[in-house]
């Protein structure tokens, strides 16, 4: 079987933010209009007032400090509360397939090799701007890449997943080289109005370049092993779909704020937070040192994590599960503080910025999880 080496990354930062102080005064803003408008109907014990938002709160449960977003100003705007992106016509680059350029032409140049060696390119990614045309043709097309090219969506875990559907083509001689790219506009499916998951997303792209170890160069990451893992839960979900396109929470009509008139609507993300925790700390945990057993590795023993990069006390327990200790920082890498969840990107960006201070031989671990449930591991060792 030929074996597959991360050969390089890429990793397209919008260049707005949005820190938890902002992010917190739109929200508390548009909870004490809400509550304006239904003062008769709060006041009748009717509706139960909204309260506020807190960054204390934000940064104790989640341990993000800001977020990084392709359109402030919407998402900033109490009478808003969602990014504006215009639609483009269909001669123009969709801004999903840009943002996921944008990041392959840097994991391409770092890669130094022409584009001509790729033979096939995969959009990994939680939300899709389009059904189809895939955007993983749009984004080929862009970068002059032949072969062949799809989209997967394993939301959270969809680059462990594209990872891994990379090396199997890899193995069975479907393509030398794959393009794996995760564009996320996470921004566009959070709802900014819903207090217990205002904070939890931004917005970026990442990039992998896949190769077989039989034509890669002396750098990059060897691919030991690859595990998946999936299982039902409601715990994580988003209704949205094309079956219900016209009850999307839209808040281009903004009279009422809310159909469900609370800030919720189930045609965005929406979970049960405490359960996710409960049920995909140990699924993870379990999956992460059996696959390690598995390749004959000593979990206690990798040099680094470089895990989904869901909440912090989520991400530190799992690190403490794995190792058999607390973590240092740079064993397990958390960059929530500055990125906020990312989706599928955030192990990539993790990994991405993170490879400081590792010598060839070093293993480290590449894992996501999220809804589904769903959680992938790849497990690399520097070359
Ligand atoms: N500001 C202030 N207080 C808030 C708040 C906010 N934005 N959002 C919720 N609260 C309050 C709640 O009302 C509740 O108050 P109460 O105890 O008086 O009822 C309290 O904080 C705890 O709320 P809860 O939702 O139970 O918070 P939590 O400690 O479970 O943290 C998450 C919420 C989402 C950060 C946490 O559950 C989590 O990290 N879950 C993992 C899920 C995850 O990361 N998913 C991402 C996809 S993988």
Redesign the pocket.
Known sequence: MTTSVIAATGLFTPEQSITNEEL?AA?NAWAERWNARHADRIAAGELEAL????V???EK??GIKKRYVLDKAGILDPARMVPHLPERSNDELSILAEMAVKAAEQAIAAWGKPVGEIGAVICAASNMQRPYPAMAIEVQQALGIEGFAFDMNVA?SSATFGIKTAADFIASGSAKAVLMVNPEICSAHLNFRD??????FGDVATAVIVESAGTSGPGGWDVLGTRLKTVFSNN?RNNFGFLNRAARHDADAISDPSPLGDGKSDKMFV?Q??K??KD?VPMVSDMIVDHARDLGLDPASLDRLWL?Q??I??NEMIGRKVLGRDPSPDENVIILDDYA?TSSAGSIIAFHLHQQGLETGDVGLICS???GYSAGSVFVRKR
Not at 51 to 54: A, D, G, K, N, V
């Open positions: 917190v929200y309260t506020p938002s807190s204390e709160f934000i449960a989640s959270c207090r217990d998951s205002h904070f939890i994580i979970q937070g405490r996710v925790f995909v989904h869901a909440n006390n989520m969840n999880f999220g809804a």
